[in-house]
């Protein structure tokens, strides 16, 4: 079965710093997506970025990239010129490609302070 | 844009009472997902329907959790008789099947306090 590890429970970063966030999974399939979900407090999860593992490049989106690393397989989200907005729980997921259904496994996840 | 509605968004509820929670997912999404969150962890799978017909309820309490999504768009998921343990926070997740993307859409959850 699937797991995904999140080992930091707890990050903070400086405004306008970088920070990056760790992720690890154990998974015998070749095929499968990783995601970073951000839950902000009391508020609703949305997704951040996500990456196919066929794909080699490293998904990007503004602020948001991760470093992908296959063989590895691990999975880490770099925030760049961090903004007070993005203090949040974040949390790694892993779906399935290769079951008959869409399986989704969720991390523990890490709680993200911005300090001002 | 669309969104993943639920409600109640809050629910307060004496232990051995009977709970239910709604989802509506976006529509066209066939996949929908009900997930347990306890404060400062992540979400934990109750159970997945694929359409009307359910995937994977493998980590769903039976004896007293129930799940249906009759004609495969909104969903009911009910508790009874609720106990202390099932205090957390109930999310629904929708997502499209195939090459339709696979990213999972979530509602704001339900904050269930069983006192």
């Known amino acids: 079965a699937q797991t995904v590890t999140q080992s930091q429970p707890e990050m903070s970063v400086q405004e306008a710093e970088t920070v990056t966030l760790s992720c690890t999974y154990d998974?015998?399939?070749?095929?499968?997506?990783l995601f970073w979900y951000k839950q902000p407090p009391s508020r609703q999860m949305i997704l951040v970025i996500r990456?196919?593992?066929?794909?080699?490049q490293n998904a990007t989106e503004n602020r948001f990239s991760v470093n992908f690393q296959k063989a590895a397989k691990s999975f880490s989200l770099k925030i760049s010129d961090s903004q007070l907005g993005d203090a949040a729980m974040y949390f790694c997921?892993?779906?399935?490609?290769?079951?008959?259904?869409?399986?989704?496994?969720f991390g523990p996840g890490t709680s993200l302070s911005v300090i001002p | 844009e669309a969104e993943v509605a639920q409600s109640p968004r809050y629910k307060i509820t004496e232990k051995s009472q009977a709970v239910a929670f709604w989802c509506d997912p976006i529509?066209?999404?066939?996949?929908l997902y009900w997930y347990r969150q306890i404060l400062g962890q992540g979400p934990e799978l109750l159970v997945q329907?694929?359409?009307?017909?359910?995937?994977?309820d493998s980590q769903l309490p039976k004896d007293r959790f129930s799940a249906e999504r009759l004609k495969g768009v909104d969903s009911t998921l009910k508790i009874q008789p609720a106990e202390l343990g099932d205090s957390a926070m109930y999310l629904c997740?929708?997502?499209?099947?195939?090459?339709?993307?696979?990213?999972?859409?979530f509602g704001p959850g339900t904050r269930l306090t069983v006192t």
């Open positions: 997740a929708s997502s499209v099947t195939g090459t339709g993307g696979p990213e999972q859409y």
């Open positions: 998974t015998s399939e070749s095929d499968y997506y």
């Open positions: 990456q196919e593992a066929y794909k080699q």
């Open positions: 997921a892993y779906r399935s490609q290769e079951t008959s259904y869409d399986k989704v496994i």
């Open positions: 529509s066209g999404h066939a996949t």
């Open positions: 329907f694929q359409d009307e017909s359910v995937v994977d």
